[in-house]
């Protein structure tokens, strides 16, 4: 089975630069969440949704940060303006019917550099 | 609020030693779950256990084991006859039943087999 997808894997941009990145989580998980770590902060949620329906974004940094999912098998994170502070490892994660009766699978994430 | 708090931010070990993470807890809901993932070099986040908070007994799953107390609100993972692949970070997280669907991590404890 295939697990979380995300792309890309790594990114390197210059500070102001908008990054989108880009999320296929596991087909019929009907949560979705994505997860930033940091050396600083270690692993925090950013957003999750449900049934492609955002529930809590109150982990979203600042208005530079959004989130949508179109649909059931695509989630993207999008930053912009880019500031160097914003590199970090941004993962994925999916889950079939929340933490309450299951657990959440992650991806690969994507390593981000703000130069 | 609940919190994680693994103290162990690095532990080295030779191959074959056993050696216990430790992972204390803090919620004011009755009902949670915790979790362990194994985080290696490479980066991903590999889910290892879950367990709810009504479910005290411990679990053997090969040279891996837990042992859930709630008395001292812990859940500390112990690796038996520790090998070289076992290095890696280990997070313990938790996620409170009563709240949004978050998944609280811990700093995570950095194990180093050495051959």
């Known amino acids: 089975d295939a697990g979380v997808i995300q792309s890309p894997r790594h990114e390197v941009t210059e500070m102001g630069q908008e990054v989108t990145l880009r999320c296929k989580p596991i087909?019929?998980?009907?949560?979705l969440f994505w997860y930033r770590q940091t050396m600083m902060r270690g692993l925090e949620l950013l957003i999750y949704?449900?049934?492609?329906?955002?529930?809590?974004d109150s982990g979203m940094p600042e208005d530079r940060f959004s989130a949508k999912m179109p649909n059931a098998s695509f989630s993207t994170l999008k930053i912009q303006p880019s500031e160097p502070r914003d590199s970090a490892v941004y993962f994925c994660?999916?889950?079939?019917?929340?933490?309450?009766?299951?657990?959440?699978?992650f991806g690969e994430g994507s390593w981000l550099t703000v130069v | 609020a609940q919190k994680v708090t693994q103290a162990q931010t690095e532990i080295s070990v030779v191959e074959k030693e056993d050696v216990t993470l430790d992972c204390v807890y803090e919620?004011?809901?009755?009902?949670?779950?915790l979790f362990w993932y194994k985080q290696p070099p490479s980066g991903e986040l590999v889910f290892l256990i879950r367990?709810?908070?009504?479910?005290?007994q411990n679990e053997i799953s090969g040279r891996y084991s837990w042992n859930f107390q709630k008395s001292t609100s812990s859940f500390n993972f112990t690796i038996t006859a520790s090998q070289v692949v076992d290095s890696a970070v280990y997070f313990c997280?938790?996620?409170?039943?009563?709240?949004?669907?978050?998944?609280?991590f811990g700093k995570g404890t950095k194990l180093t087999v050495n051959p």
């Open positions: 949704f449900n049934n492609n329906v955002p529930i809590d």
């Open positions: 994660a999916s889950s079939p019917t929340g933490l309450a009766g299951n657990t959440i699978y």
């Open positions: 997280a938790l996620s409170e039943q009563g709240g949004s669907e978050k998944l609280v």
């Open positions: 919620t004011r809901d009755t009902t949670y779950y």
């Open positions: 087909s019929g998980h009907d949560y």
């Open positions: 367990r709810n908070s009504f479910d005290e």
